[in-house]
Structure formats: structure tokens, C-alpha cells
């Protein structure tokens, strides 16, 4: 049965979203308690918590992968057709005997899209995100933030409207994790993609968001979300600004609010 369709203007809708592990002992662990938000079209929305809040468990309802225990999940959808979406792990899992082009065609090959539609539309990411010239090229032969590039370009080949990334770049060092956070703007701008994207860096999430979904310990919720009323795009030495860091120390505020109470 197809799911509503979200409200006007909303990508995604999360409705008192809550998720509940069962533990050996019989008992049970609640990673997620009653998360509600809304995400507009084109918006870039950081899930932004403290490690083994449960951040990365949201993100897995959203994309299907985890059913809710309580609560629903609505995608919009759009002409009649599913609503698409595409993913982002903090390990880029490239298929290691495919070459870039190889694994950038994955999707079209599942979706069973044409040889030459989907070799166009690879070739086109792989301009995008600033790899062309490295078709050929083999994961081995490329670096963290090389491979990083070619699954935001694997997650774009089928024009999804909304696009989850579970902390891209944790893995990175900060000067290639500063280069892929401008690389990562200029793609979202230039697809008008909707971002919801989870991360434990606070200037990370203040740099690329609308708005930042600010968590609580687990089991999480909303503690509250933080808009960045900087227009977009900003250049990286905006971090070491007053304008963001305003936005910053606000934000470390909240979290050092939790931690007195919890």
C-alpha cells in the first residue's frame, strides 16, 4: 500500500518516530523516543548528537533499511512514482573489482536503465563531484575522500530528491573533511537535492545546515532545532567567523545544558 504523501513542500515527515532493541536479558534498550520533524525540498538538515545517541538508527528508518516501534515515516511522492532516495555511509563500500565508472552505474543496473542512459547519467556525476579523468581508476587506487566522492556520485545517479548521508567524511582527516564539506555544498545546491545528513561535529553541521536537529542522549529525541540564517553558498573561512561562531556556541550551549541534567 502506498504511504501518504507528505505535506506541501515537505520531502519527509517524521510522525513521534520511536525504536525499541530487544536485549538477551528479555528485556529492552530505547535507542529513538518520539522524533517529529519535517524536511522541506532543497533543505540541508543535520542530525547532529552525542556518539551512541542513536543518530545513525534514525537514519536507518528513514532510508527503509529499520522498521519504526512506534510512530511513521512519510516520503513524499511525486508524479505518481516512489519517491527516490539516495545513501551515503561513513564507509563508501565500493564493489573493489569495479572501477569508478562500474560502481557510479550500480543503481541504473538494478533499476534496469538503459546501457546508455545510465553510462550518461554516471558520467555526468563523475563530473559533478570532481572525478572526471578517474573512470578507470580502481577503489585501491583512490583516496578516502577520492571514494567518498564516487558514492555521493553512486547515490545521485537516480536524481534522488532526498539524499542521507550517515557521517561521510567521520573517517577523514580535517583539511580533506574541509574540502569535501565545500564539495558537498556546491553538489547540494547544484542538485537541489534535500540533505538530511548525521554528524557528532557541531562547526560540521553549523557550516552545511538550514537547520540542525540537535539531539539528546539516548534515548533520543529532539532536544531542539537550531536554524542557520546564513545564505548558502559560504566559503570554508567562515568557520573561524563570529557570524557562525554565534551559531556554534549556541549549539555547544544546548549540549552542555544536557549534560548538567542528565
Not at 569535501?180 to 553549523?206: D, K
Request: hydrophobic fraction near 45%; aromatic fraction near 4%; charged fraction near 25%.
Amino acid at each position: 500500500m502506498a504511504q501518504p504523501t507528505a505535506s506541501a513542500g515537505r520531502v519527509l515527515q517524521l510522525d513521534a518516530v520511536a525504536k525499541t532493541y530487544p536485549t538477551v536479558g528479555r528485556g529492552t534498550i530505547r535507542a529513538v523516543d518520539s522524533v517529529t520533524a519535517e524536511f522541506s525540498a532543497g533543505e540541508f538538515v543535520s542530525i547532529l548528537g552525542p556518539s551512541g545517541c542513536g543518530k545513525s538508527t534514525l537514519m536507518m528508518m528513514i532510508a527503509g533499511l529499520l522498521l519504526p516501534s512506534e510512530g511513521r515515516i512519510v516520503h513524499a511522492v511525486a508524479d505518481g512514482d516512489e519517491n527516490r532516495f539516495g545513501i551515503v555511509f561513513q564507509d563508501a563500500i565500493l564493489l573493489p573489482w569495479r572501477n569508478v565508472l562500474g560502481n557510479v552505474e550500480l543503481p541504473g543496473e538494478v533499476r534496469k536503465v538503459s546501457r546508455s542512459a545510465r553510462r550518461q547519467k554516471a558520467l555526468d556525476m563523475i563530473e559533478l563531484v570532481g572525478l572526471k579523468g578517474f573512470e578507470d581508476k580502481f577503489p585501491n587506487e583512490l583516496s578516502g575522500g577520492m571514494q567518498q566522492r564516487v558514492a555521493i556520485a553512486r547515490a545521485l545517479t537516480l536524481d534522488p530528491s532526498l539524499l542521507l548521508m550517515d557521517e561521510p567524511f567521520g573517517a577523514l582527516d580535517a583539511m580533506t573533511r574541509d574540502q569535501m564539506n565545500l564539495e558537498l555544498q556546491r553538489i547540494s545546491l547544484q542538485t537541489g537535492a534535500t540533505v538530511v545528513f548525521v554528524t557528532h561535529s557541531i562547526s560540521e553541521a553549523a557550516f552545511l545546515s538550514d537547520r540542525v536537529m540537535v539531539m539528546t542522549g539516548r534515548p533520543s529525541t529532539v532536544k531542539e532545532i537550531v536554524r542557520i540564517d546564513i545564505p548558502r553558498p559560504r566559503p570554508i573561512d567562515l568557520l573561524s567567523s563570529d557570524l557562525l561562531g554565534r551559531h556554534i556556541s549556541h549549539i555547544r550551549a544546548i549540549f552542555d545544558e544536557g549534560a548538567k541534567h542528565a
